[in-house]
């Protein structure tokens, strides 16, 4: 077969496809008539029911007169100077947040024009292949970093990315254009990162600087224009991020079976009789476990307050503190509650009596001391739980016994005026608590530990002076409740509070039980690298 012959053979067969195709497309056509007219006929039914359901029903049209007067002409002139109204202040309000965001702008560029960038982030998007995309820009946050001694800025860069071919379609589950989302912060807009919102409450409540102070540091570490109304704006908002651990810790305080219990004074601004009045605060430790609360209601000093606590958390068990009455009366109807008193305050009340009756006030003291030299024997020879309560039923017990019926015999002796009578009435009304501590031998003598716990609080006041309302004394205490368990646990406050901080905007609607992971003797199993050694903790590092 010559070339002549294959490119008639070639010929026919186009003429074939093509006259395939034109049946084709004729047939396609003629169809898509056929549908055009379908869809008409559709749309006509579609308008002539609605006309049915929400029309007229009358065939006459309507006729338009112009004197007819309008119904509800003022209604909706009314309704309508609303809208308006409505209107221009959305305006107007956006145009206030415009002029404030810029202002707050400014504000920011300038706290951090003269900080060193000694560090730089850059987030990619995750999961994208990045083949596929070209960079288009990059989104720019700064953030101002602390360390001891120094201020820095820290750059967060998430590059942009687009498809190099926009008319591809992106694949599934991207998008045509692609950024890494900002990680949480721990204050909306806030330039503080969060080393510098840690560095913040720990001056504050580990150190006892107050807030025009601490402005004062950071200027000379090159931070401009940072006033005190922003620095207590990013304080409240941290607090409130650790809230619900605060609360976590509360429950895991009564949780436990043995708690020690004390209060203590904090002044606290009363701005309608403007000076500063005298409230409590109250702390709450678990022996045991080492995990401390402090807690602010409205500055009440009534036992209902302890109560409370004890209720809302359904304490069982323990609970050891000082001789204030309003112990007693809160729990004497609670059977689950078993309360006991401190021998140190009872000695306290004989040391006093020295001067007016030396015989009567040294013989008491030689009978607690007796104890406390049978605990130091416990302590030296590292007994048990069990062997010590087997120790102080053997040793203590006839002491306290003798004690007891020494007291009832002097009571009378002395007038309930007197130094004497008032130690030995003090000592023997709370003298059955005392002897629960024959019970258990993981009951302490005396609340020590407590008060230990509530003497920083005793030099904060010497320092910041008092708190500025009962929001700033509920503030005070939360951060008070994580730094003191920091400081029984032996974890480094600065490196818990600055993880933790990074780890609550993702933890906020957490479990309880995932809460608990984040207090301090917890976080420290998974951190050894912040736990103090005795060498540092004595010298202050």
């Known amino acids: 077969m010559d070339e002549k012959d294959i490119l008639l053979k070639t010929i026919e067969g186009l003429n074939a496809s093509v006259a395939s195709l034109s049946a084709v497309n004729k047939k396609q056509a003629e169809q898509n008539e056929k549908l055009q007219e379908r869809i008409k006929e559709l749309t006509a039914q579609v308008a002539w029911l609605n006309r049915q359901l929400f029309g007229r029903k009358a065939e006459k049209l309507p006729v338009y007169d112009p004197n007819m007067?309008?119904?509800?002409?003022?209604?909706?002139?009314?309704?309508?100077?609303?809208?308006?109204?409505?209107?221009?202040?959305?305006?107007?309000?956006?145009?206030?947040?415009?002029?404030?965001?810029?202002?707050?702008?400014?504000?920011?560029?300038?706290?951090?024009?003269?900080?060193?960038?000694?560090?730089?982030?850059?987030?990619?998007?995750?999961?994208?292949?990045?083949?596929?995309?070209?960079?288009?820009?990059?989104e720019v946050t700064r953030v101002v970093k602390h360390k001891p001694g120094m201020l820095y800025v820290k750059e967060i860069?998430?590059?942009?990315?687009?498809?190099?071919?926009?008319?591809?379609?992106?694949?599934?589950?991207?998008?045509?254009?692609?950024?890494?989302?900002?990680?949480?912060?721990?204050?909306?807009?806030?330039?503080?990162?969060?080393?510098?919102?840690?560095?913040?409450?720990?001056?504050?409540?580990?150190?006892?600087?107050?807030?025009?102070?601490?402005i004062q540091q950071?200027?000379?570490?090159?931070?401009?224009?940072?006033?005190?109304?922003?620095?207590?704006?990013?304080?409240?908002?941290?607090?409130?991020?650790?809230?619900?651990?605060?609360?976590?810790?509360?429950?895991?305080?009564?949780?436990?079976?043995?708690?020690?219990?004390?209060?203590?004074?904090?002044?606290?601004?009363?701005?309608?009789?403007h000076r500063a009045d005298k409230e409590y605060l109250w702390m709450a430790r678990s022996v045991m476990e080492k995990l401390v609360i402090f807690h602010y209601d409205g500055g009440s000093r009534a036992g209902a307050v302890i109560e409370s606590l004890a209720n809302q958390h359904h304490f069982k068990g323990y609970l050891q503190c000082d001789g204030f009455a309003g112990y007693e009366t809160a729990f004497k109807t609670n059977p689950g509650v078993h309360l006991v008193n401190c021998l140190i305050h009872i000695r306290r009340h004989f040391e006093q009596a020295l001067d007016e009756n030396r015989e009567m006030a040294e013989h008491a003291l030689t009978q607690i001391q007796h104890i406390y030299r049978i605990e130091h024997s416990c302590d030296k020879a590292g007994l048990s739980y069990d062997e010590r309560k087997a120790k102080r039923l053997e040793l203590a017990k006839p002491i306290m016994e003798a004690m007891k019926a020494w007291m009832e015999a002097e009571g009378v002796k002395y007038s309930p005026r007197s130094q004497a009578g008032k130690a030995i009435t003090y000592a023997y009304t709370r003298w059955g608590n005392m002897m629960r501590c024959l019970e258990d031998g993981c009951l302490l003598w005396d609340n020590?530990?407590?008060?230990?716990?509530?003497?920083?609080?005793?030099?904060?006041?010497?320092?910041?002076?008092?708190?500025?309302?009962?929001?700033?004394?509920?503030?005070?205490?939360?951060?008070?409740?994580?730094?003191?368990?920091?400081?029984?646990?032996?974890?480094?406050?600065?490196?818990?509070?600055?993880?933790?901080?990074?780890?609550?905007?993702?933890?906020k609607k957490a479990a309880h039980e995932e809460l608990i992971k984040l207090l301090p003797h917890q976080w420290k199993l998974q951190h050894q690298e912040s736990v103090l050694t005795k060498q540092t903790t004595e010298s202050g590092n």
């Open 157 to 214: 860069i998430r590059p942009k990315y687009a498809l190099k071919d926009s008319t591809q379609l992106p694949p599934e589950g991207q998008k045509g254009v692609e950024i890494a989302p900002m990680p949480l912060m721990p204050v909306d807009k806030c330039i503080a990162d969060t080393s510098l919102l840690a560095e913040i409450l720990l001056q504050k409540y580990e150190y006892h600087v107050p807030f025009y102070r601490q």
């Open 448 to 507: 020590n530990l407590a008060e230990n716990v509530i003497r920083p609080i005793t030099l904060g006041r010497k320092n910041y002076l008092f708190c500025g309302n009962h929001e700033a004394a509920i503030n005070m205490s939360v951060i008070c409740s994580l730094l003191a368990t920091c400081k029984a646990h032996d974890v480094n406050p600065r490196d818990y509070l600055n993880d933790i901080i990074a780890q609550m905007p993702y933890h």
């Open 218 to 273: 950071y200027r000379h570490l090159g931070m401009k224009g940072l006033t005190e109304s922003t620095l207590d704006g990013w304080f409240k908002k941290t607090v409130e991020l650790l809230k619900p651990l605060y609360e976590a810790l509360k429950q895991e305080v009564f949780s436990c079976d043995y708690v020690q219990a004390d209060e203590t004074t904090v002044p606290v601004i009363n701005k309608e009789k």
């Open 69 to 138: 007067p309008d119904l509800f002409a003022d209604e909706f002139a009314g309704l309508q100077r609303k809208a308006e109204e409505k209107r221009d202040e959305a305006m107007e309000k956006m145009e206030k947040e415009s002029a404030e965001e810029k202002r707050q702008k400014r504000q920011n560029r300038k706290m951090m024009e003269d900080l060193p960038v000694l560090e730089t982030e850059v987030i990619e998007p995750d999961g994208v292949d990045l083949s596929l995309y070209r960079r288009i820009g990059e």
